[in-house]
């Protein structure tokens, strides 16, 4: 066992030159596609990359966990040089600190950060980092696994799947949608014009047309989203830090009100709830988290869901995931090219 930490102590950090030679050498705006790019070129540096046995994969999901961090304050910094022209900074992990600590501190030119920043981002990621096999990030993790493949690759798999909008991009609706409605409503605090513009969305006939209120409601919570409810509070404490209680108070009101206007249009018969996404843009934004990486936060928190669930199938399952299909249209006649109109 202390040959093991001792191992994982020496790994914690990137290979030697990687993030000049890998991250630096193609800077894209889309940091989940960076992000996913390094892990796979992780794997040429890993003389046990293919071995699935479990101590192994144990070692390397520890190792992802944490070089995660680095891949996207280092993803971004290449990115806001050289495409946004702006100037260059790299900040190396201090290994005293938490992973919130040193997200602050790499992503910020002066390293600064408050306790409560720390605190709270903190908390975002532990809320974030799991949210059992249903999920379709986690079951690709799942599936990926059940082929023999090896972690870089299910890793760089669970990456792909959480970067669509509909998965991991659910906070960058919320803060999008906030966005629309500041523009369109005269009093953020008066909750009548609120409920009318929100109507309008449910009505699809403002913001993106889709008749959805993004950061409400689950698949399964319906009465409260036990990660939102502990996430407010401290929540509320950061806004009243950055002076932000005005973007609280208008969350706040549409947190309430939003449930009663879905149920009424949408005579929905189970409950309607936040969701911890609801939330989550505001803190990212009240922290000066850039927009581009609200994803990948989700992936830092969420790569430790995903290597709990790669354990498990590697301990419990030795047989490949094959989805069954059942067709759902209604029988057709086969018809013949040359008979086709």
């Given amino acids: 066992m202390e040959e093991f930490k001792q191992h994982l102590a020496e790994e914690r950090k990137l290979p030697s030159t990687f993030t000049r030679d890998i991250i630096m050498k193609a800077a894209s705006k889309d940091i989940m596609n960076s992000m996913t790019r390094s892990v796979l070129f992780l794997s040429s540096y890993d003389k046990k990359a293919m071995d699935n ?3 192994n994969v144990m070692r390397q999901c520890i190792y992802l966990i944490s070089v995660f961090p680095m891949l996207t304050a280092y993803s971004y910094h290449s990115y806001n040089h050289y495409i946004n022209d702006e100037s260059m900074y790299i900040h190396r992990p201090d290994p005293r600190l938490s992973t919130a600590e040193n997200i602050l ?4 030119p002066d390293k600064s950060y408050t306790y409560l920043e720390a605190t709270v981002l903190d908390l975002a990621l532990v809320l974030h980092m799991e949210h059992g096999g249903g999920n379709n990030s986690t079951f690709t993790t799942r599936v990926t696994t059940s082929s ?7 890793i760089a798999a669970a990456m792909s799947s959480l970067k669509g909008p ?3 991009g659910a906070n960058l609706k919320v803060m999008d949608m906030m966005d629309d409605i500041r523009k369109h409503v005269d009093d953020l605090e008066d909750e009548k014009e609120l409920a009318k513009y929100l109507n309008r969305i449910l009505d699809k006939k403002a913001f993106d047309h889709q008749g959805l209120i993004y950061g409400m ?6 009465i409260s989203d036990p990660r939102a409810e502990v996430f407010k509070s401290f929540v509320e404490k950061l806004a009243v830090e950055k002076h932000r209680q005005a973007d609280f108070r ?3 009101i549409i947190e309430r009100i939003a449930p009663e206007l879905i149920m009424a249009k949408k005579k929905n018969k189970n409950g309607v709830c936040a969701n ?7 803190v990212y934004d009240m922290l000066d988290i850039p927009r581009e990486l609200y994803t990948p936060f989700f992936a830092i928190a969420r790569i ?3 290597s709990a669930h790669r354990m498990e199938e590697l301990i419990t399952s030795n047989k490949i995931l094959r989805p069954a299909y059942v067709n759902t249209l209604d029988e057709r006649e086969y018809v013949s090219l040359e008979d086709r109109e």
């Avoid at 501190?105 to 910020?108: A, E, F, P, V, W």
């Fill in 53 to 55: 046995s479990i101590p």
């Fill in 105 to 108: 501190r790499m992503l910020r």
């Fill in 148 to 154: 023999g493949s090896d972690t870089y690759a299910v």
């Fill in 166 to 168: 509909k998965h991991g």
């Fill in 217 to 222: 409601g689950h698949a399964i919570y319906t």
């Fill in 250 to 252: 208008m969350y706040s």
């Fill in 276 to 282: 911890v996404d609801f939330y989550s843009g505001l």
């Fill in 304 to 306: 430790v869901g995903w």
